[in-house]
């Protein structure tokens, strides 16, 4: 069973930067596709962007040209470069990897954007 470990999260202000990292306990080559999903207080969790195994990238329409997804296989870990933090950013941030007959998640990190 995958192990999959969020971190990086924490207070940031309004317009401000974080670097999230999800370090997967398998080769990270393998899985189909992995992604940052949120979810805030009140409401249903969803994505943030995905990256295949062949690099392609997909962002939900509210983080596009502000977050950047990432992944490096040799330290089997993906990333979410988010630049310009807004308020309603703030949300518990999920690690998530999928094969073919299987999907994992991470326990999450919280990420506050408050001035």
């Known amino acids: 069973q995958v192990q999959l470990v969020e971190s990086g999260g924490g207070l940031v202000q309004p317009g401000g930067s974080l670097r999230l990292s999800c370090a997967a306990s398998?080769?990270?080559?393998?899985?189909?596709?992995m992604g940052w999903y949120r979810q805030a207080p009140g409401k249903e969790r969803g994505l943030v962007a995905d990256i295949t195994r062949g690099g392609t990238t997909n962002y939900a329409d509210s983080v596009k040209g502000r977050f950047t997804i990432s992944r490096d296989n040799a330290k089997n870990t993906m990333y979410l470069q988010m630049n310009s933090l807004k308020p309603e950013d703030t949300a518990v941030y999920y690690c998530?990897?999928?094969?073919?007959?299987?999907?994992?998640w991470g326990k999450g990190t919280l990420v506050t954007v408050s001035s």
């Open positions: 398998g080769s990270i080559f393998s899985f189909n596709a």
């Open positions: 998530n990897a999928k094969g073919s007959l299987w999907s994992g």
